[in-house]
C-alpha cells in the first residue's frame, strides 16, 4: 500500500504543470500608441540625429536587443507585434502574408488569431482603438474588425508626411484609449539605397520629426499625461535585403516611455517581437488569452 502511494505521488510530479493564464490587472495607462518603424534596425541606430526619440529614451527604458520572430521579414514579424505569439501560432509564414499559410491555433469571433486590438475591444469595448498606416498589408493583419477607425496613406513615398497627418488629426477629434501607426518608409530606404545607407539614415531622422509632432497632438488633446508611447520595428536589414538570420536584420530597438514607466535607460532582459502584444495588454489592464507566448516587460513599468 505504502508502495502504491509512492508511486502514485512520483507520477503526479511528473505529470506538465497546467499553463498559468495571464490575470486582468488594474490598467497602468489610459492611452497607448504604438510607433512601427518598418525596417529600422538597431545596427547603427544610434548613429542617427532622432532627439525626439532619443529625449524618450532617457525619460523611459530602452534596449537595442529585441529579437524578431523568424523569419525577419515584414508580414510574420507584424503579425507577432499584434498578436502575441510566434509564427507557429498565429500562421502568418510569408513576408507578405495576408492570411494564414499554417492554420491559426485558435481565431477570436473575428476568424482571426487574437490580436491586442481585439482583447482591447472585447474586453474594453467602449474603447477608442485606432490604426493608420503606410504599407496596404498591415489591414489583413489586425483585425480590422477591432477598430473605430483605420486609414491608409496613400503614395506615401512621395507624401512623406502624410501619415503623420492623419495620425495627428485622429488624435486630436478622437483621443484614442489604442492607437497603432505604422510608417513603412525606412524599409522601402533599406531595398533602396542599403540598410545604414545616408538615404536610410536621414528617413529615420524625417520620421523622429513626425513623432514629435504625434506626440505634440497628444500634447494638444490634453492626453500626454495619461499616455505611454512605444516604438519599436518589425526587423532590421542588411545590404538590401532581410529575412535572414543576422543580427542586423534580426535585432530591433525597443523604446517605452510615458505614463507609469519608469526612467531605467537600457534594460538587457530577453524581449522577443511578440512580447510587445502582451507589454500593451498589461499596460491596459487586459487578460492575456491562454495562446499568447508574449512576456510584459514589466521590468520598465514603475514600482507601486
Known amino acids: 500500500m505504502k508502495r502504491s502511494f509512492i508511486l502514485l505521488a512520483l507520477a503526479a510530479l511528473m505529470l506538465p504543470a497546467p499553463q498559468a493564464q495571464a490575470k486582468k490587472t488594474k490598467p497602468l495607462t489610459k492611452h497607448v500608441i504604438l510607433i512601427g518603424l518598418d525596417g529600422v534596425s538597431a545596427t547603427d541606430f544610434d548613429k542617427c540625429n532622432i532627439p525626439v526619440m532619443k529625449s524618450l529614451m532617457d525619460a523611459g527604458c530602452w534596449t537595442m536587443e529585441k529579437r524578431s520572430a523568424m523569419p525577419s521579414s515584414s508580414a510574420i514579424n507584424w503579425a507577432s507585434m499584434f498578436?502575441?505569439?510566434?509564427?507557429?501560432?498565429?500562421?502568418?509564414?510569408?513576408?507578405?502574408?495576408?492570411?494564414?499559410?499554417?492554420?491559426?491555433?485558435v481565431v477570436n469571433g473575428h476568424g482571426i488569431f487574437p490580436t491586442v486590438f481585439s482583447l482591447m475591444r472585447e474586453q474594453q469595448p467602449k474603447s477608442e482603438i485606432g490604426c493608420v498606416y503606410e504599407w496596404t498589408t498591415i489591414k489583413c493583419l489586425i483585425d480590422s474588425l477591432a477598430f473605430d477607425y483605420t486609414a491608409n496613406a496613400e503614395d506615401y513615398i512621395?507624401?512623406?508626411?502624410?501619415?503623420?497627418?492623419?495620425?495627428?488629426?485622429?488624435?486630436?477629434?478622437?483621443?484614442?484609449?489604442?492607437?497603432?501607426?505604422i510608417f513603412d518608409q525606412p524599409d522601402h530606404e533599406g531595398h533602396s539605397h542599403g540598410w545604414s545607407s545616408?538615404?536610410?539614415?536621414?528617413?529615420?531622422?524625417?520620421?523622429?520629426?513626425?513623432?514629435?509632432?504625434?506626440?505634440?497632438?497628444?500634447?494638444?488633446?490634453?492626453?500626454?499625461?495619461?499616455?505611454?508611447?512605444?516604438?519599436?520595428?518589425?526587423?532590421?536589414?542588411?545590404?538590401?535585403?532581410?529575412?535572414?538570420?543576422?543580427?542586423?536584420?534580426?535585432?530591433?530597438?525597443?523604446?517605452?516611455?510615458?505614463?507609469?514607466?519608469?526612467?531605467?535607460?537600457?534594460?538587457?532582459?530577453?524581449?522577443?517581437?511578440?512580447?510587445?502584444?502582451?507589454?500593451?495588454?498589461?499596460?491596459?489592464?487586459?487578460?492575456?488569452?491562454?495562446?499568447?507566448?508574449?512576456?510584459?516587460?514589466?521590468?520598465?513599468?514603475?514600482?507601486?
Not at 502575441?84 to 491555433?105: D, I, M, V
Request: proline share 5%; with cysteine; hydrophobic share 35%.
Open 198 to 304: 545616408p538615404e536610410y539614415f536621414a528617413n529615420i531622422e524625417l520620421l523622429d520629426g513626425e513623432i514629435g509632432r504625434i506626440i505634440q497632438a497628444y500634447k494638444d488633446a490634453g492626453i500626454w499625461e495619461e499616455t505611454t508611447i512605444l516604438i519599436t520595428a518589425d526587423h532590421g536589414g542588411i545590404k538590401k535585403g532581410h529575412g535572414g538570420i543576422t543580427l542586423n536584420e534580426m535585432q530591433t530597438p525597443f523604446i517605452i516611455a510615458g505614463k507609469n514607466i519608469r526612467k531605467g535607460g537600457e534594460f538587457h532582459e530577453s524581449m522577443m517581437q511578440f512580447d510587445v502584444a502582451s507589454t500593451i495588454a498589461a499596460l491596459l489592464g487586459l487578460k492575456q488569452p491562454q495562446v499568447w507566448t508574449g512576456r510584459p516587460m514589466t521590468q520598465c513599468f514603475k514600482k507601486k
Open 83 to 105: 498578436m502575441g505569439a510566434g509564427t507557429e501560432l498565429h500562421g502568418y509564414t510569408q513576408f507578405g502574408s495576408k492570411t494564414p499559410e499554417l492554420p491559426s491555433r
Open 158 to 181: 512621395k507624401y512623406r508626411t502624410r501619415l503623420g497627418d492623419l495620425a495627428v488629426d485622429y488624435v486630436k477629434q478622437a483621443k484614442p484609449d489604442l492607437f497603432a501607426v
